[in-house]
């Protein structure tokens, strides 16, 4: 991904295809806050984690040094978030390397790391090329959970399956090189679902859980019931609706209540891009006194939203490729 200058990025923080109603996650249970940030089981991976996870991205913004970055990452860890995004694309690899200076002097061991492939060939070759890059960027021998990064294409999918990625990342995984295999996306429950159905047993998915995920196109309704039925790690994401979607201002809807609304929705995890140390205390805070959104609250959430579902401003990530990565669209011939 090329280098984004912008100073402020993100606010604080087939057949099963259909209409999943909230209903069948009302009865799980969830945590309901105390004086640490709460933690949960990444499903059948055993590990625990922070109910909110730091997203590696912004401390690659120039808002950020290599010193106050290192800074960032252990506050977060020595306040309770655990687990940490990255992905191997995120200006060039600065987000990982950034992290890598804020994981020494013990913070590794404190930590559950996950970053992701961005061989968007999903060639073996470079499956090997992009986590020996990581592992040397974050300075560490093992990644927790190495995900495929950004299953946003019909024909990723049989690349990740056929193309020897796979292969490459369980001969890592063998190695301990990794310890738990994932991927992520961002554009079609259909590709996600699909992804599962295809046989491998996947560790963990990453998802969009935001408010306006409710309503069209839904991973809310129609992936993250399978994933909790299978046991896969849910982790979350896209709680403002993106960059430049601007849901909370659109929408009435405050950043608070938007990030608590994804915070219920009963995935293990869920990542939030913070900017300054500001919003990291913030989020550390709501986290700490969160309390689940009754089904009344989640349902007049989604009322309040319902009226801008059609606007495909709300979810840019799933309506253009403005979100994608460049590797990516280069590969698919978008520009």
């Known amino acids: 991904m090329s280098k984004m200058t912008r100073r402020e990025f993100i606010k604080l923080m087939g057949g099963i295809i259909g209409g999943m109603a909230l209903s069948p996650l009302a009865g799980l249970p969830l945590f309901a806050g105390g004086e640490t940030i709460p933690r949960k089981t990444l499903g059948k991976t055993g590990a625990s984690v922070s109910i909110i996870g730091l997203g590696g991205f912004n401390i690659s913004l120039q808002d950020f040094t290599d010193s106050t970055a290192a800074d960032f990452v252990r506050f977060a860890i020595d306040n309770g978030i655990n687990f940490l995004d990255n992905s191997r694309e995120y200006n060039d690899g600065l987000a990982e390397r950034r992290m890598g200076l804020g994981l020494r002097s013990g913070y590794r061991e404190k930590a559950f790391l996950m970053t992701k492939n961005c061989d968007h060939s999903r060639s073996a070759k470079g499956s090997i090329k992009s986590l020996e890059d990581s592992l040397r960027a974050l300075r560490t021998d093992v990644i927790?959970?190495?995900?495929?990064?950004?299953?946003?294409?019909?024909d990723d999918i049989g690349a990740v399956y056929m193309g020897g990625a796979l292969d490459a990342l369980l001969k890592a995984?063998?190695?301990?090189?990794?310890?738990?295999?994932?991927?992520?996306?961002?554009?079609?429950p259909e590709f996600h679902l699909e992804m599962i159905n295809c046989g491998f047993d996947w560790d963990a998915v990453m998802l969009p859980l935001g408010i306006m995920d409710y309503h069209n196109n839904s991973f809310t309704r129609n992936v993250l019931p399978v994933l909790l039925r299978k046991n896969i790690g849910a982790i979350g994401f896209k709680s403002m609706g993106g960059f430049m979607s601007g849901v909370p201002e659109k929408t009435g809807i405050s950043y608070k209540d938007c990030l608590r609304?994804?915070?219920?929705?009963?995935?293990?995890?869920?990542?939030?891009?913070?900017?300054?140390?500001?919003?990291?205390?913030?989020?550390i805070a709501a986290c700490t006194s969160f309390v689940p959104m009754?089904?009344?609250?989640?349902?007049?959430?989604?009322?309040?939203?319902?009226?801008?579902?059609?606007?495909?401003?709300?979810e840019i990530y799933k309506n253009t490729p403005d979100y994608d990565s460049v590797l990516g669209k280069k590969l698919h011939g978008i520009k």
């Open 144 to 154: 927790d959970l190495y995900m495929f990064h950004e299953i946003n294409y019909a």
């Open 294 to 314: 009754t089904k009344a609250e989640q349902d007049a959430l989604i009322s309040k939203s319902a009226k801008f579902a059609g606007d495909p401003r709300m």
């Open 261 to 283: 609304y994804s915070l219920s929705q009963h995935a293990s995890t869920v990542v939030v891009g913070m900017n300054n140390m500001t919003h990291l205390r913030e989020n």
């Open 173 to 188: 995984r063998e190695q301990g090189k990794i310890r738990f295999i994932g991927f992520s996306g961002h554009k079609s």
